[in-house]
T-cell receptor, first 114, second 112 residues
Framework: AQSVTQLGSHVSVSEGALVLLRCNYS??????LFWYVQYPNQGLQLLLK??????LVKGINGFEAEFKKSETSFHLTKPSAHMSDAAEYFC????????????FGTGTKLQVIP | EPEVTQTPSHQVTQMGQEVILRCVPI?????FYWYRQILGQKVEFLVS????????KSEIFDDQFSVERPDGSNFTLKIRSTKLEDSAMYFC??????????FGPGTRLLVL
């Protein structure tokens, strides 16, 4: 079984401030971990993913996330928020290997204040 | 880069009507999935499909739903008799063994 918990359904940051979106996961086997971004009325865009190897993963638009197995966390960060980062962010987990049903978190809406 | 495509992008239907949502996965993918997202909620797993049969389905995927891969390219989700609560964005996804999933852009279904 697998699950994802995203702390904070809404996060507000000032433009230029650090973005930190929290995600904790549960998985009975080594996981694949993902962050997706969704703009209003649009589809899912993959920001970054962790499969194996380096635990600090860099993605698009300056985002990065660190896989911490001991803390079962995969928090998303960006050093300096931009107005265009305002969107909903979903953390997700799947099993590694052949069959990979993805389980999504409930999402965090990021508001960027000018 | 190859992409998963979905048609139509938007569909409006009357309650009780049948709808078929279509997906064209990337050609060498082996595992296929449908997910849905009710407006304002998280993305939920509906069903997975491998080797021409359903490998897992959620409790949402009741007898009103079915999936097919009739011609080796299209992957379809049929809802036999739509209900108001079927209104959602439906995402198709697929992947090869040992690789992560590629999601399609989604079909927004509105049931009136």
């Amino acid at each position: 079984a697998q699950s994802v918990t995203q702390l904070g359904s809404h996060v507000s940051v000032s433009e230029g401030a650090l973005v930190l979106l929290r995600c904790n996961y549960s998985s009975s086997v080594p996981p694949y971990l993902f962050w997706y971004v969704q703009y209003p009325n649009q589809g899912l865009q993959l920001l970054l993913k962790y499969t194996t190897g380096a635990t600090l993963v860099k993605g698009i638009n300056g985002f990065e996330a660190e896989f911490k197995k001991s803390e079962t966390s995969f928090h998303l960060t960006k050093p300096s928020a931009h107005m265009s980062d305002a969107a909903e962010y979903f953390c997700a987990v799947s099993h590694s290997g052949g069959y990979q049903k993805v389980t999504f978190g409930t999402g965090t809406k990021l508001q960027v204040i000018p | 880069e190859p992409e998963v495509t979905q048609t139509p992008s938007h569909q409006v239907t009357q309650m009780g009507q049948e709808v078929i949502l279509r997906c064209v996965p990337i050609s060498n993918h082996l595992y296929f999935y449908w997910y849905r997202q009710i407006l304002g909620q998280k993305v939920e797993f509906l069903v997975s499909f491998y080797n021409n049969e359903i490998s897992e389905k959620s409790e949402i995927f009741d007898d009103q739903f079915s999936v097919e891969r009739p011609d080796g390219s299209n992957f379809t989700l049929k809802i036999r008799s739509t209900k108001l609560e079927d209104s959602a964005m439906y995402f198709c996804a697929g992947h090869k063994t040992q690789e992560t999933q590629y999601f399609g852009p989604g079909t927004r279904l509105l049931v009136l």
